[in-house]
């Protein structure tokens, strides 16, 4: 019985780690200069947090591709956009009454 659970906890703590990895818009990474995990610290680097959403998205602005991060301190959501392509700060602003 105790190495089903074990098991079973091990499986569990994988399968979160697999979903906290992924990220919507991942089919649009081969046209990204920038990989997410350069993105993610640029972000934090740029407003220091726990990342709680993010995504790889085709929006005006920069080069038209941009990492789009939502960052909690406290009760406050920032959205930090870096384009996937130059890597440059493109929002870094709270995030609106109408989340994405």
Known sequence: ???????????????MTVS????????????ARIPIAEARSIALKAHPGKITDQELEAEAGGSGLRYSFDI?????????GVDAKTGKVIENAPEGANPD
Not at 20 to 31: F, I
Not at 72 to 80: A, F, L
């Open 1 to 15: 019985m105790k190495k089903e659970m074990t098991l079973v906890t091990a499986l569990a703590l994988s399968s």
């Open 72 to 80: 909690r301190v406290g009760k406050v959501t920032q959205e930090v």
């Open 20 to 31: 906290a990895l992924a990220y919507t818009g991942q089919e649009r990474a081969k046209d």
